[in-house]
């Protein structure tokens, strides 16, 4: 029986670090959360502040890998699998959940006399780039179509209903929407949010092919969540629909878990699990 592990990518802060920590809470699966810098205070932060209940932190703690890993850096991807490889091997383990979420958004051109070249391919490299890499280093870990995966319950509170197939999940944001844009600006942004569905759409179609069932891609929006990356708009935003980084990482995952293989893979979905069309 192949038994789960789970990827955050990165978990530095964000919606990422408050995923981590709420999986290490409700799951039994070992973790592996990457960072680019700080790796001991990016797993102290994680752990401190996830309760004083001692066994459960010496479970936390023994179940919480960090690695390096700069989206931009390509080596630092390949040294993370390696690493994802010893500890996980293949033949005993399979990436149960991909939460992938590298992005920035740190230029949001009203025009396009806004743009700088430098800028928008910085942002292209990394909400682009990087969770194409991702899917091409980690996405070998996923269970193929005759992996015998442990039917072992991964959430502590786990209902019937629990899927059994493996989840790539990639953080976009609803402005990736052609359809749904009525504002404009934020040239790159947009674009790059566009693409992660494209891309989402394609790997999903290669999963069709190589794990059928066992695995699916789907993309994701958070909804406005109370992060660096949007701190300039909090006062633009509704309070109720201002969310915490916390409230933002269970939906993600009721929302991961509430996917069915057939209806909903190589789609967008967002925090209410309804879908966001292209
Ligand atoms: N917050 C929102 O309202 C919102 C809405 C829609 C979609 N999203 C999406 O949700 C995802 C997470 O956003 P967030 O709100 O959690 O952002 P955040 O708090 O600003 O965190 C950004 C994360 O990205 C990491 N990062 C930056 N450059 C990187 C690189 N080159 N390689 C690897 N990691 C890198 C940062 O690491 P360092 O700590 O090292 O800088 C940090 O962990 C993004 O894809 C974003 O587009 C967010």
């Known amino acids: 029986m192949s038994k ?54 010496d479970s936390a703690s023994s179940r919480l890998h960090i690695t390096r890993l700069d989206v931009t850096q390509e080596p630092t991807l390949e040294s993370a699998a390696a690493e994802a490889s010893s500890l996980f091997p293949q033949f005993t383990h399979h990436l149960h959940f991909a939460l992938t979420l590298p992005g920035v958004l740190l230029h949001p051109e009203k025009s396009p006399r806004d743009v700088n070249y430098h800028d928008a391919l910085e942002t292209l490299r990394i909400n682009v780039l990087g969770p194409l890499l ?39 944001a609803r402005v ?63 309070e109720d629909r201002l ?3 916390e409230y933002a990482a269970r939906r993600m995952v009721d929302v991961v878990r509430s996917r069915k293989v057939a209806e909903h893979r190589g789609k967008f979905w967002d925090w209410k699990g309804e879908e966001v069309l292209p």
């Open 4 to 57: 789960p592990w789970i990827l955050v990518s990165p978990a530095s802060r964000g919606i990422g670090h408050a995923l981590t920590r709420h999986l290490l809470r409700t799951t039994t699966a070992p973790i592996l959360a990457t960072a680019r810098s700080d790796l001991s205070g990016v797993r102290k932060s994680i752990l401190d502040s996830n309760g004083s209940d001692g066994d459960r932190l």
């Open 134 to 172: 991702l899917m091409k280093w980690f996405g070998e870990f996923l269970p193929r179509r005759n992996t015998d995966i442990s039917l072992e319950p991964l959430f502590t509170n786990s209902g019937n209903e629990e899927p059994a197939h493996a989840t790539w999940l990639t953080t976009s």
């Open 176 to 238: 990736g929407s052609t359809s749904d844009n009525r504002l404009g600006g934020w040239y790159t942004y947009r674009a790059s949010k566009a693409a992660v569905t494209s891309l989402t759409k394609t790997f999903d179609l290669h999963l069709q092919m190589r794990c059928r069932d066992s695995a699916i891609s789907i993309a994701y929006h958070p909804g406005t969540v109370r992060t660096g990356l949007s701190k300039d708009y909090w006062d633009r935003v509704r």
């Open 243 to 245: 969310f915490t980084p």
